[in-house]
């Protein structure tokens, strides 16, 4: 059952330039997503390709100048501002890449304890930060005492305690050491095992592999891919997008091939297919209109040219 679902979201956002003219520029486009009771969905990409927005957009935290279009659904109904507002930190709760999210002035423990909504918070905040190997004194101190790793560490604690039915990690790994790392995944992996949809919003696909159910690939603030974990395999023979094929002949393990050219930056997305200048697939069909999502192998793929 979907517990969350996005549908042609778009967002963009209101600039000035010199003169005080106003230009709108299109980050995210037609981008379409599901999470799953019990799943752990993995969004990967490149840099700027919409992956933190999307959580910032289903959490209702996007800046003034934002403007959004599309259908956001949790448990089916639709996520308006007010019901964004009630869910937040508590049914949705925010693995945040950024360790700012922390509260500089509180120290770590009670701002964990703030998020337990059953049973004895300072019980739960301690068995948990037992759980991810910070020692008891971590509590007492204030998040610019803590390493990049600890401080990661204490923000997973918090969607931990929360008993949300949706956790978004947005980054949820970089600066643990790989004990921590293994660990951090194998809590994820509860979560959905528990009945929680997972979204796990991260660069590093090999992790994403070990825990995810499902990868959307992002490219250029749209969805181009949702595949089952199992079709990012061998020579990448079931993957149906030239931009998911590209990332994983990209991997160490794999060919070692870079990508040629670089994704666009929103102020000059190309007409038709956003990967067409880059894909050597391409036809002068790809240039005209963007690609639809479309069913494929018990998938999704944006892509004319996918077989």
Request: charged share 20%; aromatic share 6%.
């Amino acid at each position: 059952m979907s517990i969350l679902e996005v549908e042609n979201l778009s967002i963009s956002f209101k600039q000035y330039t010199a003169g005080l003219k106003q230009t709108n520029h299109n980050v995210i486009s037609s981008l379409n997503v599901k999470l799953e009771a019990g799943e752990i969905l993995a969004v990967v990409g490149a840099s700027g390709s919409g992956k933190s927005l999307l959580a910032h957009a289903i959490l209702g935290i996007l800046p003034s100048n934002a403007t959004v279009s599309g259908v956001m659904r949790f448990e089916g109904e639709e996520l308006t501002p007010a019901r964004q507002k009630a869910l937040r930190g508590k049914d949705i709760a925010l693995v945040p890449q950024s360790v700012n999210y922390l509260d500089p002035l509180m120290k770590v423990g009670s701002q964990v304890r703030t998020s337990v909504r059953t049973g004895d918070a300072v019980e739960a905040q301690r068995a948990v930060f037992e759980r991810l190997r910070l020692g008891r004194e971590v509590e007492g101190m204030y998040p610019f005492q803590l390493s990049g790793g600890m401080a990661r560490r204490v923000l997973l604690s918090t969607a931990m305690v929360s008993g949300a039915k949706v956790i978004i990690a947005d980054e949820p790994t970089p600066g643990m050491d790989p004990v921590v790392i293994k660990e951090a995944l194998s809590h994820f992996r509860e979560f959905a095992n528990f009945g929680s949809a997972v979204m796990m919003i991260t660069h590093d696909i090999e992790s994403a592999l070990q825990i995810a159910d499902k990868i959307a690939v992002f490219y250029a603030g749209t969805t181009v891919e949702v595949a089952r974990v199992e079709d990012f395999s061998g020579q990448g023979e079931a993957i149906r997008h030239p931009y998911s094929k590209a990332l994983w002949r990209a991997l160490p393990q794999n060919d070692f091939i870079p990508i040629s050219g670089s994704q666009p930056h929103p102020s000059a997305l190309p007409t038709g297919c956003l990967f067409a200048p880059r894909c050597t697939m391409a036809t002068p069909e790809c240039h005209q209109a963007q690609p639809a999502m479309r069913n494929l192998r018990d998938g999704m793929v944006r892509c004319i040219h996918a077989t």
